[in-house]
């Protein structure tokens, strides 16, 4: 059941729960207290305060709350209020002349000794105007709840919206950045090796089929990303020199669990792009690893005076994309740790992930 619909329902249960202790105060408390055979125009006056009240909760409830309470006219609002209690009140009195209900009344308690008319008229008086404040409050109380209730639900899709376009603004920037860069490397095969280059365009157009059609739903299962980092990696082998060792481990058996497409690709691309050289041996040490819920992500590579991979100097646009992303998909769920280690000349990255 949505949020929504719980609301519903629990607005019916108070509506609900409010008319039958009401009718219990008009038609059984009441009554009950008198200690009296009541004649049975007493029971048509009950039967029309109590429609009167229902009527009142929801003029309030429909008219005068949204139109002057929550658009904030106060003094408008009690005007309102004071005059609807009135109207009440002479309305009251009304059906009790009509229906000669004083004079039967006092034969009703003349029975049973002498009837005491102020005492029993001030206290119905009080009786009636408290049944009708918290007739009004709780109707106004309802309404408001409501209202903001309402207003919570309209900025929370509003800020699902925001974050869905984001996501989509920022997923539509890296595919591209991804793409650019591999075809630049593609075509720097073409002038080496003719075969080499055709076996990248294959691989390029299966990371593709992944990227475009697998993950139309803004997730990706735990092996198809592992997979396609796995080909990325593979395609960027392909124009590396013997200095360069790369290293990919993975678990021997993966739990499939949803993640963000591509959210690795960045870092992996990273140290591809700053951690090799062409003329000094170069490691890259790729590590994905799975304990229950929790995901983790090792990158390390090489560091050269001619390729600083400082964070703050080299934020392109996928790594910068990538931090907003695990910003509004794993807020609070998420730790990334980026470091250079000057000891053993290494640029490390260590994401973890909570997936649960």
């Known amino acids: 059941m949505s949020l929504k619909s719980k609301s519903s329902t629990v607005t019916i249960l108070i509506h609900v729960l409010t008319w039958l202790v009401l009718g219990f105060v008009l038609f059984g408390y009441q009554p009950l207290t008198m200690n009296v055979e009541l004649p049975y125009q007493f029971w048509i ?41 009135g109207a009440i009140y002479f309305l ?5 002349r009509s229906l000669d209900l004083h004079r039967l009344m006092d034969a009703a308690f003349h029975k049973h000794g002498p009837p005491k008319h102020g005492e029993k008229n001030h206290f119905y008086d009080f009786a009636l105007l408290f049944i009708m404040a918290l007739v009004l409050g709780i109707s106004t109380s309802i309404t408001s709840i409501q209202k903001w209730q309402g207003d919570a639900r309209v900025r929370e899709a509003l800020e699902q919206d925001k974050i869905s ?30 075969d080499t280059s055709r076996k990248a365009i294959h691989q390029l157009s299966r990371m593709m089929r992944y990227v475009l059609y697998d993950t139309q739903h803004g997730t990706a299962l735990l092996s198809q990303e592992i ?9 960027m082998q392909l124009r590396l020199t013997d200095k360069v060792t790369v290293t990919f481990d993975t ?4 739990s499939d669990m949803t993640v963000a497409p591509m959210i690795f690709l960045p870092f992996v691309e990273n140290a591809f792009k700053h951690g090799i050289s062409a003329t000094l041996p170069s490691n890259i040490l790729i590590s994905v690893q799975q304990q229950a819920e929790n995901l983790e992500l090792r990158v390390e590579n090489s560091i050269y005076k001619d390729s600083n991979p400082n964070l703050e100097e080299n934020k392109g646009i996928g790594l910068t994309n990538t931090l907003r992303r695990l910003d509004l998909l794993y807020a609070g769920k998420y730790t990334l740790d980026i470091k250079e280690d000057a000891d053993t000349n290494t640029y490390k990255v260590h994401l973890t992930l909570n997936l649960s």
């Open 251 to 254: 678990p021997e058996t993966v």
């Open 92 to 96: 009251d009195a009304l059906f009790e």
């Open 227 to 235: 997979a396609f980092i796995k080909d990325y990696i593979s395609l």
């Open 165 to 194: 376009s984001e996501l989509s603004f920022l997923k539509a920037q890296i595919n591209p950045h991804f793409f650019f860069n591999t075809l630049n490397n593609i075509y720097a095969l073409t002038h080496i090796n003719a």
């Open 45 to 85: 006056k009950q039967t029309l305060i109590f429609s009167m009240l229902v009527g009142a909760f929801y003029l309030n409830s429909e008219a005068f709350v949204p139109r002057y309470l929550l658009k904030n006219r106060t003094g408008m609002y009690f005007l309102c209020v004071i005059i609807l209690i």
